[in-house]
């Protein structure tokens, strides 16, 4: 069967390589002229590579490390020792690290949180260990239907202490939502801290060796062409064509650079768009069908990645940092991280300014200013001093709708990948799935609609319509 997908995000690509797996033939189209979406980068007149967003994998992401290994590239994830290490921001430039030790589940966690005396009272864990109880014992469940409390309200109903409210979960919710805990629905970290508790190396992090669309994308891309799918850069969707009875009769790719627009058909289609996209691409008369209605529920997060490259190298540190600082969330030094980006003399800190709301219209040159200020504190001994770091240049990208914003309410909105039109599916890590807005929800989304698909009855008969590429004028 043919499938045409709009969108070569990590949800598309991972949708294009298990059709191929299943016998079936994908065409993959991207608006723009790189693979990745969301983990999309580029590289500077010097050869720098610079990013969406500085990219963190984790022991818990079972379907990314899957299809890694499918692609016999899991030997690019450089996995980094078992600890999360945070900035402590009364204490310029001194760290608290939570070591995990490598014993079973949930032991090497409680663990680690026991054996840090830095940033909690004994009191304080206490209660923090008693309020995580119910999500504990009750599971993914109880996890879900948390989703009506923001996490500060579920805290205090938890009777946990504000302490470990602003000591970690401000740095988490920020880290894995771009928003605050009085914004983050209490599902998200919940959920998150659920897999680190149920998995021995569930929070164990990795950076991939080098740049996303090159390192992770590209491979996926020959995987998928090699069996006979193809994928296109610059081909943006421009509106989903539909028959009397609101099937998809084809997709309208726009022309560019004065080429005609064309109408591309095949047997199934894939939307792999982001939400925001999604909405304004749904056809007219798909509004008034609930399950597309409820789209309008979900809205992309503002975020801004920052890279910074200095004359110095300003740590040693080959980890990911919780910056508990006021504009910034995590932060790495990439030059130390990843092998591509590597250098012994110099660091490249690559920084998630979130929540980025008030940011986002901000000139360039405010933001780097007002990061700099930060760095104040999280590198004293190089910004204090006589003699401070020089910033040599920097990167920032801005993207004003990333994931979709955690809110309380937000998982009844969130659309499955089968949608009510028979030849119409929806793949992206907004859509429903387990893993939240992150890599590991974008390859699980496309796995699942590519399952979704080969279950089709159109698609299991084998029924189908020849594919077609026409321009717009035949
Ligand atoms: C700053 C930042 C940091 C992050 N950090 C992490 C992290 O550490 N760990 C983690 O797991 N996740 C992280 N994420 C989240 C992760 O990147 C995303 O959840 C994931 O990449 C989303 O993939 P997707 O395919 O669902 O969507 P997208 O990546 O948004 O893909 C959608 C694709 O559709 C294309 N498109 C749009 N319009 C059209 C059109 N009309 N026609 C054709 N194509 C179109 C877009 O160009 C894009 O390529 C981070 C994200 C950001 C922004």
Redesign the pocket.
């Known amino acids: 069967m043919r499938v045409v997908i709009?969108?070569?995000?990590?949800?598309?690509l991972a949708c294009a390589k298990y059709l191929v797996d299943a016998g079936h033939t994908p065409v993959l189209?991207?608006?723009?002229d790189v693979l990745?979406?969301?983990?999309?980068a580029w590289q500077d007149k010097d050869g720098d590579w610079y990013e969406?967003?500085?990219?963190?994998?984790f022991g818990a992401y079972p379907n990314m490390l899957q299809l890694l290994k499918e692609l016999g590239i899991e030997d690019r994830l450089q996995w980094k020792e078992h600890t999360l290490i945070f900035n402590q921001p009364d204490k310029p430039g001194v760290l608290s690290r939570f070591d995990v030790p490598d014993i079973l589940a949930p032991f090497n966690v409680i663990m680690s949180i026991l054996r840090n005396n830095d940033m909690l009272t004994w009191n304080q864990k206490l209660r923090f260990a008693i309020g995580l109880l119910p999500a504990i014992v009750r599971g993914q469940k109880y996890v879900e239907a948390m989703d009506k409390y923001s996490l500060l309200e579920w805290l205090r109903l938890q009777g946990v202490d504000e302490q470990v409210n602003t000591d970690i979960f401000i740095a988490a919710s920020k880290a894995l939502t771009f928003i605050n805990p009085d914004e983050v629905s209490a599902t998200i970290p919940l959920t998150a801290l659920n897999r680190f508790l149920q998995e021995r190396y569930g929070s164990k992090i990795a950076f991939l060796d080098g740049s996303p669309p090159e390192r992770l994308c590209q491979p996926i891309v020959e995987y998928i062409t090699e069996r006979g799918g193809e994928v296109h850069l610059q081909?943006?969707?421009k509106q989903i064509l539909l028959n009397p009875n609101d099937t998809v009769r084809g997709f309208l790719i726009r022309g560019l650079e004065g080429a005609e627009d064309e109408v591309l058909t095949a047997d199934i289609y894939v939307g792999?768009?982001?939400v925001d996209?999604m909405k304004v691409?749904t056809p007219p008369s798909w509004k008034a069908i609930p399950f597309f209605k409820k789209l309008e529920g979900l809205e992309g997060v503002p975020?801004i990645?920052l890279h910074l490259w200095f004359d110095r190298k300003l740590t040693d540190i080959d980890q990911l940092l919780f910056s508990r600082s006021d504009l910034l969330s995590v932060y790495a030094d990439m030059s130390n991280t990843c092998r591509e980006y590597a250098n012994p003399d110099r660091s490249m800190l690559e920084l998630?300014l979130a929540p980025a709301q008030d940011w986002i219209d901000r000139s360039n040159e405010e933001i780097v200013e007002a990061t700099l200020k930060e760095l104040q504190n999280l590198f004293p001994q190089h910004f204090g001093s006589e003699n401070p770091a020089k910033l040599l240049k920097y990167q920032v990208v801005k993207?004003p709708r990333?994931?979709y914003k955690a809110i309380p309410g937000r998982q009844v909105y969130r659309p499955t990948q089968e949608t009510p039109i028979a030849n119409f599916y929806l793949a992206?890590?907004?859509t429903l799935q387990r893993y939240l807005?992150?890599?590991?929800?974008?390859v699980l989304?496309g796995k699942l609609a590519a399952q979704a698909i080969s279950k089709n009855p159109q698609v299991a008969s084998g029924e189908g319509i020849e594919p077609e590429l026409q321009p717009l004028s035949s």
Do not use: D, I, Q, W
């Open positions: 709009a969108g070569a995000g990590l949800a598309g189209l991207e608006s723009r990745g979406g969301l983990v999309a969406t967003g500085l990219h963190a994998f081909k943006p969707l792999a768009v982001s996209v691409l975020v990645n998630v993207t990333s994931v992206g890590s907004y807005g992150s890599m590991e929800g974008a989304s």
